[in-house]
């Protein structure tokens, strides 16, 4: 193996279509993400059969504009690493199948990459991009519009961080939606927009977060489980028996209509009232996201806790676990904006343990919608 592994990542789990250049598992050479957004704002949420049509469209300029910038040609890189799962089939099959051709072409490994693994990379690229190191074990929580949950990792080998492969033990998932899904569903009944995180989220700072109480989610098992259906209900509750919301409401959703999305046009359009409901959502999504993740790193013995995927973009949350992980003595990591959502350059960063291990894809290589990693 060569000193200077320059992996192509290929990640098309959903509906970002993306590909990057990583060096030695540790260095961003390039990364490209091609958004579907615009595509799938007026559903209110991805439609699969159109996703992948996207992919098909896009794959090949994306992966050509991915090595145009790394300043290389197909036959430099040493590898190709691919989202094989798990995510929504028929745009994994996108960029499996390109990712097996393109391998089989140049006559390069292929390396299968766990898409939720590329979101635990993705921590530990950026970590290592700031000249920190995140120690381990670690608990990582990943937090996304599909998927809420907690794993304990550690060390497989010994080597460097960026070299040696990971174990996994989940300890704890969401058991109904997923904490971006709940965010998505409540802009939708706002007139919020899609996607309703970012939102949400900018809008919040302008309302009151104490205003509305949410309940905790009473489960029984395990207590690092997740569940945010019930909240989403109680907002829904809320609208309810708040009647007179329902003409700003109409009038948001007019503006959408006319393009006008931002936080900025959208908040001279909501109430005291609103702004309250929102912030006090988020508040409950936020301290429940981080509290659960905190107990289970104290419980775990975590020397450090590791947030990724979407929702790790959210200003609320990364200023809670900052407070709230140095108030208990524990370091906690996030991957910057870029690297929180979808991207390609996590996957690249994945594939790089498991190339120098030999861990090579054959031919037979598939899609696999729900691929635990754990």
Excluded: W
Excluded at 231 to 243: D, S
Excluded at 264 to 278: G, I, K, M
Excluded at 311 to 321: D, G
């Amino acid at each position: 193996m060569s000193r200077d592994a320059r992996i192509l990542g290929i990640e098309s789990s959903c509906d970002e279509t993306a590909a990057a250049v990583v060096s030695n598992g540790r260095v961003v050479l390039s990364s490209v993400i091609a958004s579907q957004i615009d595509v799938h704002r007026k559903y209110g949420g991805v439609v699969p059969e159109l996703a992948s049509r996207e992919h098909l469209r896009r794959i090949v300029p994306v992966v050509r504009e991915a090595l145009d910038r790394a300043g290389l040609g197909p036959g430099d890189v040493a590898a190709i690493g691919v989202t094989s799962g798990p995510g929504l089939i028929g745009s994994l099959l996108v960029g499996v199948t390109y990712g097996k051709a393109l391998a089989q072409a140049l006559g390069k490994p292929l390396v299968a990459v766990n898409h939720l693994e590329g979101h635990v990379r993705a921590v530990i690229l950026e970590a290592l991009g700031a000249g920190r190191e995140p120690e381990l074990p670690a608990v990582c929580l990943i937090v996304s519009g599909g998927h809420t949950v907690l794993y304990a990792v550690e060390r497989a080998e010994p080597g460097a961080i960026e070299a040696v492969r990971f174990r996994y033990g989940r300890l704890g998932q969401t058991r109904d939606d997923a904490a971006g899904e709940a965010y998505d569903k409540v802009a939708k009944m706002l007139a919020l927009g899609y996607p309703g995180g970012p939102v949400i989220d900018a809008l919040s700072g302008s309302g009151d977060a104490t205003a509305i109480r949410f309940g905790e989610p009473k489960m029984k098992g395990n207590p690092y489980d997740f569940s945010f259906s019930g909240i989403k209900t109680a907002v829904l509750y809320h609208l309810r028996a708040h009647p007179e919301l329902e003409p700003e409401i109409r009038a948001r959703l007019a503006a959408l209509g006319e393009g006008k999305r931002k936080a900025a046009e959208l908040r001279p359009l909501s109430s005291a009232p609103t702004l309250d409901l929102v912030a006090s959502f988020q508040r409950a999504v936020v301290s429940n996201l981080v509290s659960k993740t905190l107990g289970a790193a104290e419980q775990n013995a975590a020397r450090s806790v590791l947030v990724s995927g979407g929702v790790a973009a959210n200003r609320e949350l990364r200023k809670t676990f900052e407070r709230e992980a140095n108030r208990r003595g524990i370091a906690v990591f996030f991957p910057s904006l870029a690297l929180s959502t979808d991207n390609a350059a996590m996957i690249a960063a994945a594939a790089y343990p498991r190339l120098l291990a030999g861990e090579y894809a054959s031919e037979t290589l598939n899609a696999e919608a729900v691929l635990p990693l754990a």
